[in-house]
């Protein structure tokens, strides 16, 4: 503590500067050491605020000078006043900083003081990083996956390449141009190859299906829509004011063509894709992150699975779609998702509400993680997509069509708007509304059977509108079928609408460049985003670590537990912030000195702490298991026992011809979940 009078003489060396110059609190301080403190991503922020800071407000007539005796007296020693906000108030408002005392000394020691009216931290408000493009809000997969949280660390880089092996790429639309890779080695359309790669005019990747004979093509060009969509999950063009965006908003897409007129993918087709990714990685340098696989089916094909291991070699992760069967990936192998490499992340589909989508494939020992599948909005050709709204007078609301919808032509539907309650039955739809508009509540019966209803009834339109606030997106009306146009309301808008009565309206769901898309297929592009956004954000990385934050930060949902490996759902800014990442490696080793013909494993795990964490105390467990079985624990290692920031350990007495997994696990002092590290078989 500083003596006494010396206090009084420092303050009274600040009053008369105050005084002289007709200001507030003006010292400042060099050489300063406090910490700002951080929020805390994926959580509520510990302590948002800047240490040793405090706004202070002081009752009128309070004059400078004695503001800055009272600013002494609790031991500020620099600061500033906000000279335009004190004038016409005529109080004294100032910023006040210590470098002895932390802020809630400050706040104590200010409160305390009868000439105070108000104090407060100086608190930091975080950046909420969203995208200006219009359809975002319809985007229902990006916040449950925490992708704002993320996009505030980082937003994607140029220097990453996202691959995309299927039905071609629409190069040239609105949200995808910008994005796309182009080989900068090769000159559009002279028919040479000009960078000597063995493609010629290869600029936006590669046609390797472009007949049903699988002649190869340069022209990448989407031949059904699936690829664009997939495409623009991944790395649609982010904060352009233009339809929606993606995962990373700066990433290249490079279109590998794989699909023939046929709309079947053939393993040697799919070979050449990735033989070109890889080339492209090894010889020239293009920084290819991941591939996304959003295909399968059934039969192991070993020169498919060995084209996939070089990739991984090389540091390019394999995103697979698990399937869309509903079925048990570990007793019905679906391909490639079910090859056991490292470098592949096998993805299943989530809900709005976090469960298992009803068609989603899954595995517990198969499949990895999942991430949202359902209605999921994105890029397609222009003309195969929709776009929808309703016109009621002068104002035109916002509509999202429901995934299946029909759509009308670009003049819309002019007709009368009937009241049909919630839809239930026959008894709810008034006999005039046949030729007519039907405008019905959600709620106690599904999107698809209040469509059934209304058209039974005879309208020629829907308008369904929400039954509470929030998000609207990612409705569905289940299958495929002659639907008439069906599209949703937010709460407030359907209200003002039915509160019109029976009136003429515009009812336009007409084709558009956006569509909505479900499947394993609209999953994986989440999570081939997701490492492609950790690519750039952690570039020193490898493949391994980069999965080790995938499947840490996943957020464990209760509907998942024993449905796939980590029993767990994308979340983006927790992968992006783990205090913790666990690499390891496993080696399978023949036994020599032992009495009995048995194997070993040699398991190393690595363990990298964020250099701010204040993690101690925590254990790292090893677990194994074989197949047909879930994963036991095999040794549990405190962190003391971490030596050089590494542990091996040596799994004895293993069945020679039987198959082992291993994976580690760390667990804070507390027993929350801190790190998994990547899963390897041997």
Request: charged content about 20%; overall charge negative.
């Amino acid at each position: 503590m500083i003596p006494g009078g010396f206090r009084l003489k420092t303050a009274l060396f600040i009053s008369l500067l105050l005084l002289l110059a007709g200001l507030a609190v003006a010292l400042s301080f060099a050489g300063d050491s406090r910490q700002e403190a951080s929020p805390r991503i994926g959580g509520p922020p510990e302590a948002p605020y800047v240490e040793g800071e405090v706004l202070v407000k002081f009752k009128p007539g309070i004059s400078p000078g004695t503001a800055a005796v009272l600013a002494a007296t609790v031991d500020a020693d620099g600061g500033r006043p906000f000279r335009r906000l004190s004038g016409p108030r005529q109080g004294q408002y100032l910023l006040l900083r210590s470098q002895r005392l932390g802020t809630r000394e400050l706040l104590d020691a200010l409160r305390d003081l009868p000439e105070v009216e108000a104090v407060s931290p100086n608190y930091r408000r975080r950046l909420q990083r969203l995208p200006n493009d219009p359809k975002y809000a319809k985007l229902w997969g990006m916040a449950k996956i925490q992708a704002p949280e993320a996009w505030e660390r980082n937003t994607g880089s140029s220097d990453v390449v996202l691959a995309v092996i299927d039905t071609g790429v629409h190069y040239g639309h609105e949200d995808l141009a910008a994005n796309m890779w182009r080989n900068q080695g090769e000159t559009p359309g002279n028919g040479i190859d000009d960078d000597n790669n063995g493609f010629r005019d290869d600029v936006y990747g590669f046609d390797f299906a472009a007949d049903r004979w699988g002649n190869n093509d340069s022209d990448p060009m989407d031949i059904d829509g699936h690829g664009t969509h997939v495409a623009g999950t991944m790395a649609a063009v982010g904060n352009n004011g233009t339809g929606v965006c993606g995962i990373n908003w700066k990433a290249r897409i490079m279109a590998l063509k794989g699909f023939r007129p046929d709309m079947h993918i053939y393993d040697s087709d799919c070979i050449e894709a990735i033989d070109y990714a890889v080339m492209m990685k090894r010889d020239r340098g293009v920084n290819v992150a991941a591939i996304n696989a959003s295909f399968g089916g059934g039969g192991r094909n070993p020169l498919q699975e060995e084209a996939i291991a070089d990739a991984a070699s090389l540091g390019i992760a394999f995103v697979c779609a698990a399937g869309n069967e509903g079925a048990d990936n570990d007793s019905t192998p679906f391909f490639p998702a079910n090859y056991d490499l490292p470098g592949i992340i096998s993805v299943a589909a989530s809900d709005q509400n976090d469960g298992l989508a009803s068609f989603s494939n899954y595995g517990a020992s198969s499949v990895d993680i999942a991430a949202p599948g359902v209605a999921i909005l994105s890029t397609v050709p222009p003309g195969q997509g929709q776009e929808a709204w309703l016109k009621s007078g002068s104002d035109v609301f916002d509509a999202a069509p429901l995934e299946y919808s029909g759509t009308t032509s670009a003049a819309g539907l002019s007709r009368l708007l009937y009241d049909c309650g919630l839809g239930r039955s026959a008894s709810d739809f008034p006999a005039a509304v046949s030729g007519q508009l039907a405008l019905i509540e959600r709620g106690e019966i599904t999107f698809e059977q209040k469509a059934l209803n209304a058209q039974a009834a005879g309208a020629v339109g829907v308008a369904i509108y929400n039954s509470a606030t929030g998000d609207m997106s990612g409705w569905t009306l289940n299958t495929q079928r002659d639907w008439v146009p069906v599209v949703s309301l937010s709460r407030a808008d359907g209200l003002l609408v039915r509160s019109r009565g029976v009136h003429a309206v515009n009812l336009t769901n007409r084709p558009g460049s956006y569509g909505l898309s479900s499947g394993t297929s609209m999953a994986t592009p989440h999570v081939c985003g997701a490492m492609g956004l950790m690519a750039a954000h952690f570039p020193g990385d490898d493949l391994a670590k980069r999965i080790g934050r995938l499947f840490s930060g996943a957020d464990r949902v209760t509907a998942l537990d024993g449905k796939m490996i980590y029993g767990a759902r994308l979340n983006l800014a927790r992968a992006l912030a783990q205090s913790v990442v666990l690499t390891m490696t496993v080696s399978r080793r023949q036994a020599s000195a032992w009495l009995v013909e048995k194997d070993y494993a040699e398991v190393h795990f690595s363990v990298e702490k964020d250099p701010g964490s204040a993690i101690s105390g925590e254990t790292y467990t090893v677990y194994r298991k074989i197949p047909g079985n879930s994963y036991q624990p095999l040794k549990e290692i405190a962190a003391n026992e971490i030596q050089g920031n590494s542990y091996t350990l040596l799994d004895k007495y293993l069945e020679r011809g039987s198959s082992y997994s291993y994976v580690v696990q760390a667990r804070s002092a507390q027993g929350d979940l801190l790190a998994l590290s990547n899963e390897l078989t041997i």
